[in-house]
Nanobody, 122 residues
Framework: QVQLVESGGGLVQAGGSLRLSCAASGLTFSSYTMAWFRQAPGKEREFVAV????????DYADSVRGRFTISRDNAKNTAYLQMNSLKPEDTAVYSC???????????????WGQGTQVTVSS
């Protein structure tokens, strides 16, 4: 049974930082592209960041580029999202997802976590 479990969310003031973790089990983690998505109340889910299976290739939404960093530790079956210079508009539920393909389309993400709440106060 595959599980993706996010942690590290919370309440932080604008300008602060948080580090999210996504612990994976039940899959060959090093064979999966990992990504973070977020969904704010009343809004569509949006892409945040993605990292290739090797960790060598990353990409970011324009809204977070330069502030967020995605990484992974294949030995620990864990992906991370370091979020710096947080803004109130970053408030959302953040979920990690795993895809068995390179450069996956949204429909190719096979496994999803339940999400962790990030709230940024002004």
């Amino acid at each position: 049974q595959v599980q993706l479990v996010e942690s590290g969310g919370g309440l932080v003031q604008a300008g602060g930082s948080l580090r999210l973790s996504c612990a994976a089990s039940g899959l060959t983690f090093s064979s999966y592209t990992m990504a973070w998505f977020r969904q704010a109340p009343g809004k569509e889910r949006e892409f945040v960041a993605v990292i290739s299976w090797s960790g060598r290739i990353t990409d970011y939404a324009d809204s977070v580029r330069g502030r967020f960093t995605i990484s992974r530790d294949n030995a620990k079956n864990t992906a991370y999202l370091q979020m710096n210079s947080l803004k109130p508009e970053d408030t959302a539920v953040y979920s990690c997802a795993a895809a068995p393909t390179n450069r996956p389309r949204l429909s190719e993400y096979k496994y999803w976590g339940q999400g962790t709440q990030v709230t940024v106060s002004s």
